[in-house]
């Protein structure tokens, strides 16, 4: 089992400028979730998809967030334009919804905007 | 809104000591609880769940549950320099698939 895959692992980009994190979680977890970490403010759930429908996006900070599943192997969070008070570490997780026994973080996108 | 309050640390433990570390949260109806340890630079990993009051061992590791006082701690036992890591405590909210973190505990295990 490749675990969950997130790429890029390191993303620089400039104030203004799209991004792209991408996920593509557990063969046959079932449940994804994006959470972001940051000194300050510890690790925060911002939308978590069940069979690939949004089900709770209330941590999403603002409208410059959108997050996407369109199949069971891959999801994206875009983030358009990007600040630097985005910069942080951007993990995706998955789990089996049927088995509430933990999530399987990826190992994590961190994000610099300057 | 939900919390989970942890103590941030550092707590410093001596090697082979019995390493206690807390968690409290405010939601009355959770029912599942976690601890993931966290690396400096890595990604949080799972090393213990737990759904019953009272005690759950695994190897050096043991997690309690009180839910009357809405309490959850971890001991780890002989505690080793590999071991110093940012303890992380979850809780699920009640009626999702959830977590609300903790923003953790820093270890520190002084050989």
């Known amino acids: 089992d490749a675990g969950v895959i997130q790429s890029p692992r390191h993303e620089v980009t400039e104030m203004g400028q799209e991004v792209t994190l991408r996920c593509k979680p557990i063969s046959g977890h079932n449940s994804l979730f994006w959470y972001r970490q940051t000194m300050m403010r510890g690790l925060e759930l911002l939308i978590y998809f069940n069979n690939n429908v949004p089900i709770d996006d209330s941590g999403m900070p603002e409208d410059r967030f959108s997050a996407k599943m369109p199949n069971a192997s891959f999801s994206t969070l875009k983030i358009q334009p990007s600040e630097p008070r985005d910069s942080a570490v951007y993990f995706c997780?998955?789990?089996?919804?049927?088995?509430?026994?933990?999530?399987?973080f990826g190992s994590g996108t961190r994000l610099t905007v300057v | 809104q939900k919390e989970v309050e942890q103590n941030s640390g550092p707590l410093s433990v001596p090697e082979g000591a019995i390493a206690s570390l807390n968690c409290t949260y405010s939601?009355?109806?959770?029912?599942?609880f976690f601890w993931y340890r966290q690396y400096s630079g890595k990604s949080p990993e799972l090393i213990m769940s737990?759904?019953?009051?009272g005690d759950k061992e695994d190897g050096r590791f043991t997690a309690q549950l009180n839910k009357a006082s809405q309490y959850v701690s971890l001991l780890i036992r002989d505690s080793q320099p590999s071991d110093s890591a940012t303890y992380l405590c979850a809780v699920m909210v009640s009626g999702t698939y959830k977590y609300i973190f903790g923003t953790g505990t820093r270890l520190k295990v002084l050989a």
């Open positions: 997780a998955s789990s089996k919804t049927s088995i509430a026994n933990g999530y399987t």
């Open positions: 939601d009355r109806g959770s029912q599942s």
């Open positions: 737990i759904y019953s009051n």
